[in-house]
């Protein structure tokens, strides 16, 4: 069944055509790629996630492109991190040592079949999110190169259990597909209830996140320790493609160097005015505190009680790790464009707002037209 063409995915996808069109009509030899929204696929996956298709009508061609069904019985699995008593209670199976149970593929291929779909990618043979019933989670990814989200829950898990996110519960990779088993917030999502919030229940959202960020900023971070993802996986900085630091970054300085990274040649000039106008990164330098690194209404899981939206836990610390303070706000303001009507971004927590980080907000987003 095709996509329905007034969905807001087409609404946004018609306006852009619009605007190049126009653009074309001006100078035909034009850039289109400088014309498009910042981050525009995932604005325009975070739309297109919100239009399920009919199950009836799903044909085999979309069964195909499921991410289930590339995941088979005789694919070997290995155990990245420890599954809990509760997933292998779940698995039915027992094991302590290094020695696997028999039968574990083809109990995890029953397991992922049986459950029921939370969320999927819109490209379903990538990413799907699975209900496996007793409150477990399972992320289905394939080709996940890194482990920043399982190490980030884990860590949080010994150092913070108080804060409000997925306790994990295991992770096991099967050929190319990551399996990482999660408790389950019981909750939906701030995005599908934000429009039709009052005033003060957005700004009670706004104060619950203030409190959970500022006490995820306790968290001490160890001097000349690489910054980024607590297992060791370096620095992410997603714009319209992700970027990953290549040599460890241990200072401001470092870092700032990295988001000035870009793959396109020349600029030396540019680059140079807009260090000159860049804050100090010494005396005082900024900060160094654990950063969620994607804070945005589809990450952060509420329920309603006694007519007040409560803030359960914040989901997807993909892009999670330690990251000088200002580069929070930097991140929550990653999909805001030019012509946003959302204004979820008039209430962001206030020690993440770019109005606390002026300065490297507007300097990043000068900086944003080289990188991305």
């Known amino acids: 069944m095709a996509r329905v063409s007034k969905s807001k995915a087409a609404r946004f996808n018609a306006h852009i055509v619009r ?115 007793h409150n477990i989670i399972l992320k289905a990814v394939r080709n996940l190169d890194d482990t920043t989200e399982y190490t980030t829950l884990n860590y949080l898990h010994q150092r913070k259990p108080n804060i409000a996110a997925p306790k994990p519960l295991g992770f096991v990779r099967m050929n190319d597909v990551s399996l990482i088993f999660m408790t389950r917030l019981p909750s939906r999502t701030l995005a599908d209830v934000w429009p039709s919030l009052k005033e003060y229940q957005k700004v009670s959202i706004r104060k619950q996140l203030t409190t959970i960020l500022n006490d995820l900023r306790t968290l001490p971070y160890e001097e000349g320790t690489p910054f980024g993802g607590v297992g060791g996986e370096g620095c992410k900085d997603i714009r319209r493609h992700l970027r990953r630091s290549v040599e460890p970054i241990i200072t401001a300085d470092e870092f ?13 000039v540019f680059i140079e005015l807009l260090r000159q106008l860049s804050p100090p990164t010494k005396s005082p330098s900024p900060a160094i505190v654990f950063t969620h690194g994607d804070l945005r209404p589809e990450n952060i899981a509420v329920k309603l009680e006694d007519n007040e939206w409560i803030v359960t836990g914040l989901l997807d610390w993909e892009y999670s790790g330690f990251y000088p303070e200002y580069y929070e706000a930097v991140r929550c303001t990653n999909c805001l464009g030019p012509y946003e009507e ?17 300065h490297w907000w507007l300097l990043d987003h000068v900086r944003e037209s080289r990188v991305v």
């Open 19 to 133: 605007n190049l069109q126009a653009a074309i009509e001006k100078d035909p030899e034009i850039d289109l790629t400088a014309k498009l929204p910042l981050r525009y696929s995932d604005r325009l996956n975070g739309m297109r996630q919100k239009i399920e298709l009919d199950n009836a009508t799903v044909t085999e061609e979309h069964a195909k492109d499921d991410i289930r069904h590339s995941i088979r019985a005789s694919d070997s699995p290995e155990v990245v991190f420890p599954l809990s008593d509760k997933v292998q209670e779940l698995l039915g199976i027992s094991y302590a040592g290094e020695l696997l149970p028999a039968g574990l593929g083809q109990r995890l291929v029953d397991i992922i079949h049986s459950s029921d779909v939370v969320w999927k990618a819109p490209f379903s043979r990538q990413k799907m999110v699975l209900s496996c019933g």
């Open 256 to 268: 700032e160097d990295f988001l000035f990274t870009s793959g396109r040649s020349g600029g030396a």
């Open 342 to 358: 959302n204004d979820w971004y008039l209430y962001l927590p206030n020690c993440v707002s770019p109005k606390r980080y002026m």
